[in-house]
């Protein structure tokens, strides 16, 4: 089966602009999540998705991030306004419901 | 409560020995237990998972020790070897579909 897909696989931006990453899960994975992983640390829910509804968003920082989830398949995570801080890589996966994760290769963002 | 603590950080292994990878956690509503290998430039895969009901769980040369009553966990990696070299995270979560809390990561690596 094909994997999670991601892009772009990297992003270099200034501060205070915008930049969106885009998230195609596994066909038939109800479950969709960002994760945030800084250099060095493990992964740190952002936000879930069940289907196109949100489970789970109380670490997003919904000031300058935002999500969306089209027809229960595809998702977008966004920030706006970056900051140096927002520098990491920006994983998706996805899981049929629960379980074990399937994870995308990421998006590395670079704040400058 | 939410925590899921990993040590070490890093470990150093010789090509044939043991490695082992240590994670505790607080929160006794935590039933399964992934283990996730990430290597550079890659999103983490699961490589294996347990559930509170065995003690143990053998794949290949990955081995999970589970204690419930400490609340910890281990990943033993026999007959290491030089494409063992990776990030390994422990992760713990609740049936239902709730988040996976992830430790920090253990970079391993195996000299040849």
């Known amino acids: 089966e094909a994997g999670v897909a991601q892009s772009p696989r990297y992003k270099i931006i200034e501060k205070r602009q915008s930049v969106a990453f885009w998230c195609n899960p596994i066909?038939?994975?109800?479950?969709l999540y960002w994760y945030q992983q800084i250099l060095g640390q493990g992964p740190k829910l952002l936000i879930q998705f069940q289907n196109n509804g949100v489970v789970d968003d109380s670490q997003l920082p919904k000031d300058r991030f935002s999500a969306e989830r089209l027809k229960g398949v595809d998702s977008t995570l966004k920030i706006q306004p970056a900051k140096l801080e927002d520098s990491a890589v920006y994983l998706c996966?996805?899981?049929?419901?629960?379980?074990?994760?399937?994870f995308g290769s990421g998006t590395r963002l670079t704040v400058v | 409560q939410q925590q899921v603590k990993q040590s070490p950080q890093s470990l150093i292994v010789q090509k044939g020995g043991i490695s082992i990878i240590n994670c505790a956690y607080e929160n006794t509503a935590f039933d399964y237990f992934p283990w996730y290998q990430q290597f550079p430039g890659k999103g983490p895969a699961l490589l294996i998972a347990?559930?509170?009901?065995?003690s143990e769980k053998k794949e290949g040369r990955f081995t999970i020790s589970f204690n419930k009553s400490a609340k910890q966990f281990s990943l033993h990696i026999m007959d290491s070897q030089p494409g063992d070299s990776a990030t390994y995270f422990c992760?713990?979560?609740?049936?239902?579909?709730?988040?996976?809390?992830f430790g920090a990561g253990t970079r391993l690596f195996v000299k040849a």
């Open positions: 996966a996805s899981s049929p419901s629960g379980g074990g994760y399937t």
């Open positions: 066909s038939g994975h109800a479950t």
């Open positions: 347990i559930r509170p009901d065995v």
């Open positions: 992760a713990a979560s609740r049936t239902g579909g709730f988040k996976t809390i």
